[in-house]
């Protein structure tokens, strides 16, 4: 997969709500489960859990909250801490 990563530094949560709603498709695949993403001593983000309800996910991806949506084999996501959206991630198989 390709990952496109931006960081948001203005960005609220619920502008990267209105976003992911934006978003609109059937999903393909599937997030839910536990993911590995690379230790986060090793420059990894750590491990996540995601639990996915049509085309809308959520969960943590190490010490970030995430919101997400899939469609098709595309995935869009944003990474916050309390209200504030540090990142924001599209990745494309």
Same mark, same amino acid.
């Given at each position: 997969?390709?990952?496109?990563?931006? =960081?948001?530094?203005?960005?609220?949560? +619920?502008?990267?709500?209105? *976003?992911?709603?934006?978003? /609109?498709?059937?999903?393909?695949?599937?997030?839910?489960?536990? *993911?590995?993403?690379?230790?986060?001593?090793?420059?990894?983000?750590?491990?996540? /859990?995601?639990?996915? +309800?049509?085309?809308?996910?959520?969960?943590?991806?190490?010490?970030?909250?995430?919101?997400?949506?899939?469609?098709? +084999?595309?995935? #869009?996501?944003?990474?916050? =801490?309390?209200?504030?959206? #540090? #990142?924001?991630?599209?990745?494309?198989?």
């Amino acid at each position: 997969m390709a990952l496109v990563i931006l =960081s948001c530094a203005r960005l609220t949560k +619920e502008q990267a709500r209105l *976003w992911l709603d934006s978003i /609109n498709g059937e999903p393909k695949i599937d997030m839910t489960g536990q *993911w590995d993403a690379g230790g986060m001593f090793s420059g990894g983000w750590g491990v996540s /859990n995601f639990i996915q +309800e049509g085309k809308d996910f959520s969960g943590s991806l190490g010490m970030y909250n995430v919101d997400g949506a899939v469609v098709g +084999e595309q995935v #869009y996501m944003s990474l916050s =801490s309390g209200r504030r959206v #540090y #990142y924001t991630a599209r990745l494309k198989k």
